[in-house]
């Protein structure tokens, strides 16, 4: 299991919101390639990257931040965010992103998101945002009547390296993940699932350990790692110990 620190880029600047609302924003850093060096100084193995501007827009809006994130770090990169297009995805891979997550085309083109999971094996991923179980694109600022879990098995067998699951609700609220609807989507599907939205200390990674999330492939942190809800070193080790 992966404990993925979150860099959500909006205007160039590292920021976290609240239940996605872009008015509800908070900067963290004006520098995303430093933080997220930062990051892997602490440890941590892979890197998960939001444009948040990109994803309302539908294209590449923070490429600078990315491209500056990825001129910093030698850990994995994952990126998300208004990619839609095969262009898209040929072009992040190319510089360097490891596995490019697709989200509002995942819902309206899921053809795409199969086409694009063939043509770069392991480099494509889901990411499914759900508010009351129901599937929220463009940016979330539109629910679907699509159930998260019908969404995941539109791509079972289809070459999907990941679902990332966020419940909208829990996102930036520091709630703690939502356990029960992320362990019944896992149970549910064959493609691994990595649970977002809402973590918020070091009992949410005790409550990864148990046997009921094992089959669960990471977890995403942000507003607890940046307010120092979380101890980056506690959690790493955590989870290093439960690995051994």
């Known amino acids: 299991m992966i404990l993925y620190p979150a860099i959500d880029l909006k205007n160039g600047q590292c920021v976290r919101l609240q239940q996605g609302d872009m008015n509800k924003a908070t900067v963290f850093n004006d520098d995303p390639g430093a933080q997220a060096a930062h990051f892997e100084t602490q440890g941590f193995e892979a890197l998960h990257v939001v444009d948040l501007d990109g994803a309302f827009a539908g294209e590449a809006i923070n490429g600078a931040a ?51 999971a063939k043509a770069f094996p392991g480099k494509v991923a889901v990411g499914i945002d759900a508010r ?48 029960e609807g992320t362990i019944a989507l896992g149970a549910a599907l064959s493609i691994p699932v990595i649970a977002s939205g809402g973590l918020a200390s070091i009992k949410d990674i005790e409550r990864l350990m148990q046997p009921d999330c094992a089959h669960l492939a990471g977890a995403i942190t942000g507003r607890a790692l940046y307010d120092g809800r979380l101890n980056a070193a506690e959690a790493l080790a955590l989870m290093q110990r439960r690995a051994a």
Not at 83 to 104: D, F, H, N
């Open 66 to 116: 990315v491209e500056s994130i990825l001129s910093r770090v030698k850990f994995p990169v994952q990126l998300g965010g208004g990619i839609r297009r095969m262009a898209q995805v040929e072009g992040w891979v190319k510089l360097g992103i490891s596995r490019v997550i697709i989200g509002t085309a995942a819902l309206r083109d899921p053809a795409f998101v199969k086409a694009a």
């Open 132 to 179: 009351d179980g129901r599937v929220a694109v463009e940016g979330w600022a539109e629910t679907s009547d699509m159930l998260a879990v019908d969404l995941g098995r539109r791509f079972e067998d289809a070459g999907v390296a990941a679902i990332i699951y966020t419940n909208i609700a829990r996102d930036g609220m520091l709630s703690g993940l939502d356990f």
